[in-house]
Nanobody, 121 residues
Framework: QVQPLESGGGLVQAGGSLRLSCAAS????????MGWYRQAPGKQRELVADITSGGSTNYADSVKRRFTISRDNAKNTVYLQMNSLKPEDTAVYYC???????????????WGKGTLVTVSS
């Protein structure tokens, strides 16, 4: 069973910083793109940032120059450093990973259960 597990959410004041982590565990052969999505109350889930296995990154316009995504392939872990947080960043943040498991020759999409980030004004 493959499961991404997020950590690092919490309550922070506007202008502050948080670092999210997501570690994937299980019978993993390789991981392709990993990313972070978020869902605010009453809104659709949206992409925050993603990163390929080679390190190419992609960001939502709303977080560019404030958030940084990175990964440690040896640890099957992706990080999201969030700086200059705003109240509108408040959401549940979900880890997403495209994982190839042993004995299967295609990758499948996995989601973490989410971690809540609350930014107070």
């Amino acid at each position: 069973q493959v499961q991404p597990l997020e950590s690092g959410g919490g309550l922070v004041q506007a202008g502050g910083s948080l670092r999210l982590s997501c570690a994937a565990s299980g019978s993993i052969f390789s991981i392709n793109t990993m990313g972070w999505y978020r869902q605010a109350p009453g809104k659709q889930r949206e992409l925050v940032a993603d990163i390929t296995s080679g390190g190419s990154t992609n960001y939502a316009d709303s977080v560019k120059r404030r958030f940084t995504i990175s990964r440690d392939n040896a640890k099957n872990t992706v990080y999201l450093q969030m700086n200059s947080l705003k109240p509108e960043d408040t959401a549940v943040y979900y880890c997403n990973a495209h994982i190839m498991v042993f004995f299967v020759n295609y990758d499948m999409e996995y989601w973490g259960k989410g971690t809540l980030v609350t930014v107070s004004s």
